[in-house]
């Protein structure tokens, strides 16, 4: 009897321990379940930041080169230089025959004003940029070179040799050794060149064709020039030959006019024109 209540006692205890092992195993299956689906709902609410995806960005210098393909545009350029009277005609005449031929060459055409205001050159050109910077290396290549050091290029006498040729000794010598440098090749036709404004991306030409006017005139500012406002004097004189260039343009709107028409128009609007203070 008292067997048979042992062996009932241990049964049950044995079945407490199982079932205490059964729920624990599926508590814990059921907490793994959880985190997983909570993994996978984290996976599938995840923010995805659209800065950091890699997509086509409209670029401002984009939307202007769209704007500009296809249209008609010209740059402007605007130089002064010193020049002698002597020297006009020659770089007029180098200057049309050098026009010409990068015409025939280049696509687009120059347009502008040669102005001769007194000893002072004034060129301002209209263009394609290219042509423009071609015609800005013609005329630095006939610019003034920088002057030899004094003593080279010249004769040198001897040491010891008077300009007679006699020594100090008061002997006769000979022929005193020379000594020279090569003359430049270059022509110094006009100064140095001032570049005062260059501009690009007009879709308007002001001027018409190609003029040379040469006008005389004296400086009236006198001792030391202001270059306080040497920035205004530039942009005014810019501004003067615009409008000058307008008014002989709309006056021979739809024409190719000669060279003698073209003076004379600009002769009649020479008060626009810029003045020698403003240039020199």
């Not at 000893?119 to 071609?134: D, I, K, N, R």
């Not at 015609?135 to 050091?149: C, K, S």
């Not at 020039?225 to 615009?242: C, G, M, P, Q």
Request: contains cysteine; proline residues 5%; negative net charge.
């Amino acid at each position: 009897m008292v067997d048979a209540t042992a062996a009932a006692a241990a049964a049950a205890i044995a079945a407490e321990l199982t079932g205490a092992d059964e729920g624990e195993d599926g508590e814990e299956l059921q907490q793994a379940q959880e985190i997983r689906r909570r993994g996978r709902q984290q996976e599938v609410q995840e923010f995805i930041d659209p800065l950091a995806q890699e997509t086509k960005r409209t670029l401002l210098l984009e939307c202007v080169e769209r704007q500009l393909k296809g249209q008609h545009h010209v740059s402007r350029l605007f130089v002064t230089f010193s020049i002698t009277d002597a020297n006009q005609a020659p770089l007029e005449q180098d200057f049309g025959d050098w026009r010409g031929k990068q015409e025939r060459q280049m696509t687009g055409s120059l347009s502008g004003l040669l102005l001769f205001i007194g000893q002072t050159g004034v060129a301002f050109m209209e263009g394609p940029t290219e042509f423009l910077f071609a015609a800005l290396i013609f005329f630095h290549e006939r610019a003034t070179e920088p002057r030899p050091v004094p003593g080279r290029g010249s004769p040198q006498l001897s040491t010891g040799v008077g300009a007679a040729g006699v020594n100090i000794a008061g002997r006769a010598s000979p022929a005193p050794a020379t000594h020279t440098v090569p003359a430049p090749t270059r022509k110094d036709l006009i100064g140095p060149l001032r570049i005062l404004y260059f501009t690009e991306l007009h879709g308007v030409r002001v001027s018409t064709s190609w003029c040379t006017y040469a006008q005389t005139a004296k400086p009236q500012s006198t001792g030391q020039v202001d270059e306080s406002n040497a920035h205004e004097l530039a942009f005014a004189s810019y501004r003067k030959l615009l409008l000058a260039c307008l008014k002989v343009s709309e006056k021979l709107s739809g024409e190719d006019p000669r060279a003698d028409i073209l003076q004379g128009a600009y002769r009649k609007h020479a008060e626009l024109l810029p003045t020698i203070d403003e240039v020199m």
